[in-house]
């Protein structure tokens, strides 16, 4: 699939994760199947995933998700694919804290094509690719970022492979000093988003998934961010990234 329609493939997108964001809106009971170390697995996560899976499959085009994983080649084949996190904000969903979403995208390579997240807690749907317009809710944004770092907001976060050691964490803390204020919503996705139309200025983590980020790179395309996507040292988990995406690349922070 060379030639790829990328209004098409938004509309997808965003039906795909407003219908799944809409189905977990319904939900009472949370399940939880995994909550070892720092993480946790609902099944929410699972049937979500599927229902997502379920949407895409007319397009013809291979599924990578958080919870079914997928074929992995693909990132490097130079092949379209879907990359879906299910609900990225898992632990504040299941505290039922704001801030949860549904995250489409789809990428070739590390670069990304279309993609959409939607904060179903808030009814808000980003939506953005590659040569289209930033959209909040079906409107056009255009960000209002700060030009100096001293009064930048930094997102970020501690996704469950963060390295904890102090050396690591004293790093982290001086990095962060030019900064006016640093912000952690539990979501990288929304995150990223809150980046793109400008509530904030820029993202910064490492280690986190390429599924966590890759709806919030095609928001960041779509906003005009200079972003940065680095393979993390984690053999033990595929498809991990530190990621950096900034109104301005003075911003960076590593």
Sequence with gaps: MENIDRNQMLEVAVHAARSA??????????????AAGNDVKLQEDVESEIFIRG???????????????????LVKSGKPYWIIDP????????????GVCVSVALMRGLKPIVGCVYDFTRGEIFSGGDGLALSLNGACVSPNWASEACQAVLMTGF?????????????????????????????????????????????????????????????????GAAYS????????????????????????VF
């Design 87 to 98: 609900i990225d904000g898992t632990y504040n969903f299941l505290r039922g804290i704001p």
């Design 159 to 223: 996704p469950s492979l963060t390295d904890y050691s102090d050396s690591h964490l004293d790093r982290f803390v001086k990095s962060v000093q030019k900064f006016k204020k640093v912000r952690m919503c539990g979501s990288a996705a929304l995150a990223m988003c809150w980046v793109a139309v400008g509530r904030a200025d820029i993202y910064a983590e490492e280690r986190v998934r390429l599924w966590d980020i890759a709806g919030g790179l095609a928001l960041m395309e779509s906003a």
């Design 229 to 252: 996507l680095s393979e993390a040292d984690s053999e033990s988990a595929p498809l991990c990234y530190s990621i950096q995406a900034a109104a301005r690349r003075e911003f960076f």
């Design 21 to 34: 964001g809409d189905r977990l809106l319904g939900v009472s009971q949370r399940r939880v199947n995994s």
């Design 55 to 73: 949407l895409l499959a007319p397009t013809g085009i291979p599924v990578i998700g958080e919870e079914e994983g997928g074929d992995w080649s």
